[in-house]
Structures are given as C-alpha cells and as structure tokens.
Antibody, heavy 122, light 108 residues
Framework: QLQLQESGPGLVKPSETLPLACTVS??????????WAWIRQPPGKGLEWIGS???????FYNPSLHSRVTISLDTSKNQFSLRLSSVTAADTAVYYC??????????????WGQGTLVTVSS | DIPMTQSPSSLSASVGDRVTITCRAG??????LNWYQHKPGKAPKLLVF???NLQSGVPSRFSGSGSGTDFTLTIRNLQPEDLATYYC??????????FGQGTKLEIK
C-alpha cells in the first residue's frame, strides 16, 4: 500500500528557507510513471497547489510561487523535497505531499500524506 | 488561473439525508474535475475523479456529475462518518491546479 509521510521543521524564521521532505513507501518514485506533488493549506483557508515533479525529475510550479520554489527528487532515499525561500508569515500552513496521477485528459492527487504544520515566526 | 467556486460554503444535514454540493468553474473545463473529502487531522481523500468516476473503495452513496462549468457531488443516505470538508479541484488548465474554497458538512 502506497504511503507518503512529510517531515521537516515545524518552525521557520521569516526570510529563511523552508525545507520539507516526503518519504514514499510502497512505490519507487523514479520508476513509476507518476508525478509527485506538494499542496498546502494556510490556517482557515483552502488548498493551494505548490508544484509537482515527474519521475524523470522535470518539475513545474504554481506561477504565484515559482520564483521561490524548488522541488527535487532523492531517489536514494525514495523521497522528494520542497524548498521554499524567503518565507513570510503568509507561508504558515499545513503542507501536504501527494502522488499525482495523469491520464490523457485529466490529473488527480491520491493518496496524500497526513500533512505537517509549518509556522513562520521569529 | 481558473477560479473554482463551491456552494454552499457550509451545510448541516441529518443522518439518512441526501446532500448536494456544487462546484462552478470560471470557464469550461470539460470533465477535468475531481472531488476530495478532508476530515479534521486526516489526509485529504480522493472521492471522485474526472467528474463522475468513483475512486476505488469509496462507498457507492457518493456520486459526481457534470461537465463544462457546473459540477455536483451528491451524498445519498448521509452517515455520521461523512462529517468533513469537501473540495473540488480542476486539472483542465495547468499550471496551476486550482481548488474550490471548500464546503464544510456538519451532521445534525
């Protein structure tokens, strides 16, 4: 059974870089024909897609965050990672990782990790 | 970006009721619409993909319909465990993927 688990610091200082990792079990991120995604939810708000990376390593990002986001694969650990630079309080959110399935006509996220709360504060 | 608007933003219903949640896209998105269930403290769960396809393992009392700009998630015979927030998400024009603002379902 495929499972995803987020990990990283729960507190990041303003202007610093937020680093998160998602460990995947039950599938190889490098051999499967899936994308791997990051999605976040600020407190009391809705879901926001951050970006996705294909098993080949090609990534694409939300234009609203593009200049600050990097998503990468670590195949040796079967993990994919998120780095969000120059964070502010507005980046405080629960961060989720998920597998993204793509067909010819549509794409969806399933399953998701449990999520990890990251607070940006000095 | 394609805005997604859900209605209502919240609703309260009784066990056994039929509940309908709607999602409207800012432009036609064909059938590229997915529905998720998010229970407090849990991982969001895919219910319906491509507008009307029930994800494996999801109870058959959940169903999705619609195409173009207007979509519906219906829950028949509402159960206590259906307490959750429900989100729609479009994948027609990306990036970015966009979600509706959510519909919070409470059980009377």
């Amino acid at each position: 059974q495929l499972q995803l688990q987020e990990s990283g610091p729960g507190l990041v200082k303003p202007s610093e870089t937020l680093p998160l990792a998602c460990t995947v079990s039950g599938d190889s991120i490098s051999s499967s024909n899936y994308y791997w995604a990051w999605i976040r939810q600020p407190p009391g708000k809705g879901l926001e897609w951050i970006g996705s990376i294909y098993s080949s390593g090609r990534a694409f990002y939300n234009p609203s965050l593009h200049s600050r986001v990097t998503i990468s694969l670590d195949t040796s650990k079967n993990q994919f990672s998120l780095r969000l630079s120059s964070v502010t309080a507005a980046d405080t959110a629960v961060y989720y990782c998920a597998r993204q399935t793509a067909t010819v006509t549509t794409r969806w996220f399933d399953p998701w990790g449990q999520g990890t709360l990251v607070t940006v504060s000095s | 970006d394609i805005p997604m608007t859900q209605s209502p933003s919240s609703l309260s219903a009784s066990v056994g009721d039929r509940v309908t949640i709607t999602c409207r896209a800012g432009q036609s998105i064909s059938d590229s619409l997915n529905w998720y269930q998010h229970k407090p403290g849990k991982a969001p769960k895919l219910l319906v993909f491509a507008a009307s396809n029930l994800q494996s393992g999801v109870p058959s009392r959940f169903s999705g319909s619609g195409s173009g700009t207007d979509f519906t998630l219906t829950i028949r015979n509402l159960q206590p465990e259906d307490l959750a927030t429900y989100y729609c998400q479009q994948s027609y024009s990306v990036p970015p993927f966009t979600f509706g603002q959510g519909t919070k379902l409470e059980i009377k």
